[in-house]
């Protein structure tokens, strides 16, 4: 596998490009309004990129995808909820095909209603549902509700070596395993539901007593 992840600039956010190393078809994940960004990858290992993936629909992951759809002609691929027009819509346990590789979607509801994280042999692209050491921002009542459950009933149930890629580089280093939230990540750490949100509302003073920029 051919595997970038790519400083999108705004606001620490990341972009990726996940490629079948043989057949050098391409998948980019929330691509950058700066197309030099991985256009340059691109030209670098000659792949042709067939599909444009959204994690979700909000502004900073999808301000480059016109131009990107417009560079590379692929297909954009989004949750029927994405509020951007895309050409395919995938749903929870949906696959596709990229070459050798195959991509399997997890809808995870919560940051917003339209997130996805997706899968490809290990590398889990989580989006803005899963950081390194964090989660996704909700409210405290129906949308933490569905985060937390989409982490439990979702992601931790994979296996413990899957390496998580968060669409933004909030944590202490740009990525982690299942494994190593499973254990660490102190919103899921909690034995509750109730846990999780009083986290959620008292971030910025756990932050502050444990260290955490």
Known sequence: MIFHQIDAGGDR???????????GRAALFDPPADSERYLSLVAKHGLTVDYIILTHGHADHTLGVDQARRQTQARVVAHPRNPVGADVRVVDGD???????????????????????????????TGDTL???????????ENARKEYDSLHQKLMILEDDIEVYPGHNFGVKPSSTIGHERNTNPFLLGKSFE???????????????????
């Open 195 to 213: 846990d999780f949100v009083h986290l959620k509302k008292n971030w910025l003073q756990y932050k502050k007593e444990h260290g955490i920029d």
């Open 13 to 23: 956010n990341f972009a990726y490009l996940m490629a079948d190393e043989d057949g």
């Open 95 to 125: 696959t596709l095909v990229l070459g050798s590789l195959t991509l399997k979607f997890f809808y995870t509801p919560g940051h917003s209603d339209d997130s996805i994280c997706v899968l490809g042999e290990d590398k889990l692209i």
């Open 131 to 141: 950081f390194v050491g964090k989660v996704g921002g909700t409210d405290y009542g």
